[in-house]
């Protein structure tokens, strides 16, 4: 049993689909028992506020995200990370360039933990941040319950 489960959610670039999930999972777990950022594989958007669409859905529901600024994966993250999870397949190999062979076992993809595993699209290109935002719930939800038991 581990006393907090420390989960970084990552994408490209650190300022749409991470964030989102980032300050959804805060709002649903109240923090309590998860120890959760997120982060980016590239330097794209180094030191960016979220992107707009996010920070709509994010308003919407009355969600707090101030002082948050986008940043690159490092090492040190991960080697303290115990869930290393990516938005699409192709995040899972930027992670893993980043954290190295040892910390592998930690990377997945987030609707990996659900019935129907595919790649959360980025809305930095399709715009419909509202399909990211049903997509990420799902995810969370998902991998809220194959979590919370380790605890
Ligand atoms: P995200 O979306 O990975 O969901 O944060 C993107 C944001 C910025 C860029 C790419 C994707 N970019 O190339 O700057």
């Known amino acids: 049993m581990k006393d907090k489960i420390n989960v970084i959610f ?4 650190n300022i749409c689909r991470s964030p989102m999930a980032e300050f959804l999972f805060k709002k649903m777990t109240k923090s309590k028992g998860y120890v959760i950022s997120s982060a980016a594989t590239s330097y794209e958007e180094e ?7 996010t920070r709509r859905i994010l308003d919407r529901l009355g969600i707090e ?10 090492k040190a993250e991960c080697d303290d990370a ?10 899972l190999s930027g992670i893993k360039r980043i954290c190295g062979r040892e910390n592998e076992y ?10 129907f595993p595919h790649d959360i699209a980025d809305p ?12 990420i719930s799902l995810g969370l939800t998902a991998f809220l319950k194959a ?3 380790e605890k």
């Not at 995200?65 to 490092?74: D, E, Q, V, W």
């Not at 930690?106 to 019935?115: A, M």
Request: net charge negative; glycine share 10%; charged share 20%.
């Open 10 to 13: 990552v994408c490209l670039g």
């Open 47 to 53: 030191g960016s506020p979220l992107h707009y669409g």
């Open 65 to 74: 995200y101030s002082g948050f600024s986008a940043h690159r994966l490092t």
């Open 82 to 91: 115990d869930y290393l999870i990516g938005m699409e397949q192709s995040n």
């Open 106 to 115: 930690k990377v997945h993809r987030l609707l990996d933990f659900t019935d």
């Open 124 to 135: 930095w290109y399709t715009h419909d941040f509202d399909t990211t935002y049903r997509e």
């Open 147 to 149: 979590t919370e038991g």
